[in-house]
């Protein structure tokens, strides 16, 4: 399915691009009347005792989406070897109708590290995953990662937000998103697949504000929502620091949710500032105890985001995660010092 997200990825870019030179804005959506938590819904900061650890990290995660990673931990091992340290999150994207990557699980576990499955619903809606037409699937996924009985991060339909997405602005209304999501966590629970992290993953909002969608009502829910990820990436045409580039997002969310944020999806453009960008992402992350995770696109997608084509990129990062900050063994994470949500 990379293949398929770094075609949407060049779209992306190449729109981002347009609206750099040609402002547009939409008219802001207002968000939904809150409503009760579905009966029998967890309570919010309701985890497994095994998540926790993994929830609110002690330390930082150091991720990594590459091809073939996890099926084969090759790739990892050789992010690793690149920048002096190896990832303990490893990123891949699942499309709707994949079967789970247990094996996939298992070799990144075996190594440390923890899997996040972007899921991605090709070929349906939210309002029919929300209907239950799909369900004969979810439920037989939610038994893989059941009977698999290892810790994941799971990310349903990011980049919801945009309009670029099969599941985006234009197919799906928020309240279509958000059933479809309540229903998956609900399936999972019935199936007793608890070892998952929900990680709730919108674009990031247009720095400038030339697009505006607030995120507000795609938001399931603190008792549906276990991390905060955000899809951002450094380029020529946006803020080139990091709160410039993810500031904008980061306020809107923390005035209605207060968990982990990971950088689920993040990147700099190849080109004479991508040391200047690396430098502004880890400088940020290292800066925002709330930033549990950063991942690398490690692609070639339109842009070549691969990091062995800058080298002066590769240095920054390597000095970047150096820092004892970053990464841990997940199979024995180091007693968690963070708060429970709104307990601050």
Request: net charge negative.
């Amino acid at each position: 399915m990379r293949s398929a997200r770094a075609v949407r990825r060049g779209i992306l870019l190449a729109a981002l691009a347009l609206c750099a030179a040609t402002a547009t804005a939409a008219a802001p959506t207002p968000p939904p009347t809150p409503t009760a938590p579905a009966s029998g819904a967890p309570a919010a900061d309701d985890l497994p005792e095994a998540l926790r650890p993994l929830v609110r990290p002690a330390k930082k995660y150091l991720g990594v989406s590459r091809d073939g990673a996890p099926h084969s931990m090759a790739p990892v091992d050789d992010f690793g070897r690149l920048v002096g340290k190896a990832p303990n999150l490893v990123v891949y994207y699942a499309g709707w109708g994949d079967g789970f990557d247990a094996s996939g699980v298992r070799n990144a576990w075996r190594q440390g590290a923890l899997t996040a499955v972007s899921w991605e619903p090709h070929g349906t809606t939210p309002a029919a995953i929300a209907a239950g037409t799909t369900d004969a699937y979810v439920r037989a996924y939610a038994r893989a990662v059941r009977t698999l009985d290892l810790p994941i991060a799971l990310s349903f339909a990011d980049e919801m937000n945009g309009d670029w997405e099969q599941w985006g602005t234009t197919v799906a209304t928020p309240a279509e998103y958000v059933a479809a999501w309540r229903h998956l966590r609900a399936v999972f629970r019935e199936e007793g697949a608890d070892k998952v992290i929900w990680t709730w993953s919108p674009n990031i909002v247009d720095p400038a504000g030339r697009r505006v969608v607030p995120l507000r009502p795609y938001y399931p829910g603190d008792d549906q929502v276990d991390w905060v990820g955000l899809i951002g990436y450094f380029t020529d045409w946006d803020p080139h620091t990091f709160r410039g580039l993810f500031g904008p997002t980061l306020d809107e969310i923390r005035a209605f949710a207060d968990e982990p944020v990971v950088l689920l999806e993040t990147g700099a453009m190849p080109g004479a500032r991508r040391a200047e960008h690396v430098r502004a992402l880890c400088e940020g992350v290292a800066a925002d105890a709330d930033v549990v995770a950063v991942s690398w696109f490690d692609h070639d997608a339109r842009y070549d985001w691969r990091l062995t084509t800058d080298q002066a990129g590769v240095a920054e990062f390597r000095s970047c995660v150096a820092d004892a900050r970053y990464g841990f063994d997940i199979r024995t994470p180091p007693p968690s010092t963070r708060h429970a949500r709104n307990a601050r």
